[in-house]
């Protein structure tokens, strides 16, 4: 499974942006979606997940009320929107994609074998 992140970028604080992860290449095994970010010098952090089994979703108190994960019907696209951005939201962003994800590890990195490349956002204060 490969996975492309796209849609970063500068934006100032207080704005939104849309990150995209596209999958091609055996997607019919996933059946977990994350996203997870890392700010420069920290390690890499949960930020929300999409169980594909009803649409289960999990998000990291940060983010919640301000971030929504969403998927295309044919699931080789999800969508992470980020609103109210702030200083603290600038990483850069991974999706991943896992085929034994079950929701109780569906915020575990070790969920996921396969792992985008990264987008950077920079939230300008």
């Known amino acids: 499974v490969q996975l492309q992140a796209s849609g970063g970028g500068l934006v100032q604080a207080g704005g939104s942006l849309r990150l995209s992860c596209t999958a091609s290449?055996?997607?019919?095994?996933?059946?977990?979606m994350g996203w997870y970010r890392q700010a420069p010098g920290m390690d890499r952090n949960f930020v929300a997940a999409?169980?594909?089994?009803?649409?289960?979703?999990s998000y990291a108190e940060s983010v919640k009320g301000r971030f929504t994960m969403s998927r295309d019907n044919a699931w080789n696209t999800v969508y992470l929107q980020m609103n109210s951005l702030e200083p603290e939201d600038t990483a850069v962003y991974y999706c991943?994609?896992?085929?034994?994800?079950?929701?109780?590890?569906?915020?575990?990195?070790?969920?996921?074998?396969?792992w985008g490349q990264g987008t950077l956002v920079t939230v300008s204060s």
């Open positions: 991943a994609a896992g085929p034994s994800v079950i929701t109780s590890n569906l915020r575990s990195q070790s969920a996921y074998p396969y």
């Open positions: 999409i169980h594909r089994t009803g649409g289960y979703l």
């Open positions: 290449g055996g997607i019919f095994s996933v059946n977990g």
